[in-house]
T-cell receptor
Framework: NAGVTQTPKFRVLKTGQSMTLLCAQD?????MYWYRQDPGMGLRLIHYSVGEGTTAKGEVPDGYNVSRLKKQNFLLGLESAAPSQTSVYFC??????????FGSGTRLTVV | TQLLEQSPQFLSIQEGENLTVYCNSSSVFSSLQWYRQEPGEGPVLLVT?????EVKKLKRLTFQFGDARKDSSLHITAAQPGDTGLYLC???????????FGKGTRLSVIA
């Protein structure tokens, strides 16, 4: 089915470890976004991209890096994970004014 | 400062009751979107309202955009347990900027 696919779905990291979250969309969307969702905080934008090869910082970018080497993929990296990065991460994509299509999320726990 | 304020934060009602959820801002938006998120899943777009005063209906759900395009409401008639979830409003400020999300209203409909 067409949509946004996030991998992995669950991950437990130790403090200081690194990892990459992958987001893939097959809808030829230009815009892609990474959010984190925490209780009481809502969805907070980490980084976003308005096209292949471009990235921009969102509301809470510290501790994260991103890359958009291919139009269909948007990678979110944590270089040195911290317990404060325990969260549910959502990727979304958009084409024009038709709203966001979200993935089903990655639940990350940093111990 | 939260750009979009949603109220109430939590709502628990009996099956068959009516309810209204509000999304308010001091800013003007070019459009406003409503999403519903179920546990373990990403948000799913319900509707986009674009014109001030616009009303859209989706079965038992009625969405309204304020005349000044600063606020919106979601009214559910005869709520069903299947309506249970987190309802998020999101405002588009235009200019290819990312959507601004409210923190959501968590609705529980009890059979």
């Amino acid at each position: 089915n067409a949509g946004v696919t996030q991998t992995p779905k669950f991950r437990v990291l130790k403090t200081g470890q690194s990892m990459t979250l992958l987001c893939a969309q097959d809808m030829n969307h230009e815009y892609m976004y990474w959010y984190r969702q925490d209780p009481g905080m809502g969805l907070r934008l980490i980084h976003y991209s308005v096209g292949e090869g471009t990235t921009a910082k969102g509301e809470v970018p510290d501790g994260y890096n991103v890359s958009r080497l291919k139009k269909q993929n948007f990678l979110l990296g944590l270089e040195s994970a911290a317990p404060s990065q325990t969260s549910v991460y959502f990727c979304a994509s958009m084409r024009g004014p038709y709203g966001y299509t979200f993935g089903s999320g990655t639940r990350l726990t940093v111990v | 400062t939260q750009l979009l304020e949603q109220s109430p934060q939590f709502l628990s009602i009996q099956e068959g009751e009516n309810l209204t959820v509000y999304c308010n801002s001091s800013s003007v938006f070019s459009s406003l979107q409503w999403y519903r998120q179920e546990p373990g899943e990403g948000p799913v777009l319900l509707v986009t309202v674009v014109t001030g005063g616009e009303v859209k209906k989706l079965k038992r759900l009625t969405f309204q955009f304020g005349d000044a395009r600063k606020d919106s409401s979601l009214h559910i008639t005869a709520a069903q347990p299947g309506d249970t979830g987190l309802y998020l409003c999101a405002g588009d400020r235009g200019g290819n900027t990312p959507l601004v999300f409210g923190k959501g209203t968590r609705l529980s409909v009890i059979a």
